[in-house]
């Protein structure tokens, strides 16, 4: 069993920054991309940012030079430094991996979800 923790979101001004961790924990033999996702009421989940194991990262075109995708392969941990934050920002944010774990005595592949963070930016 695999388990993605979040933590970091919270209540912001406009202008401000806030950093969101995930770690992944369980019995994992790899873990591939790693990504942050968001969805608001009544829309589609979408992404935000996401990070290859090499390091390769690829952003939505709203954030893109506000925010910044990082992860560390030692500690299974995906971080999004989110700064100059927007009102239209405000979201519940979802961890993603896409994980490789052992399971009777083979090994399944399949992608997590975290429970979510809520980011709230106000104006």
């Known amino acids: 069993q695999v388990q993605l923790v979040e933590s970091g979101g919270g209540l912001v001004q406009a202008g401000g920054s806030l950093r969101l961790s995930c770690v992944a924990s369980?019995?994992?033999?790899?873990?591939?991309?790693m990504g942050w996702y968001r969805q608001a009421p009544g829309k589609q989940r979408e992404l935000v940012a996401g990070v290859t194991r090499g390091g390769s990262t690829n952003y939505a075109d709203s954030v893109k030079g506000r925010f910044a995708i990082s992860r560390d392969n030692a500690k299974n941990t995906v971080v999004l430094q989110m700064n100059s934050l927007k009102p239209d920002d405000t979201d519940v944010y979802y961890c993603?991996?896409?994980?490789?774990?052992?399971?009777?005595?083979?090994?399944?592949?399949?992608?997590?979800w975290g429970q979510g963070t809520q980011v709230t930016v106000s104006s």
């Open positions: 993603n991996a896409e994980v490789t774990s052992h399971y009777n005595g083979g090994r399944v592949y399949r992608a997590y």
């Open positions: 369980g019995t994992i033999f790899s873990i591939n991309g």
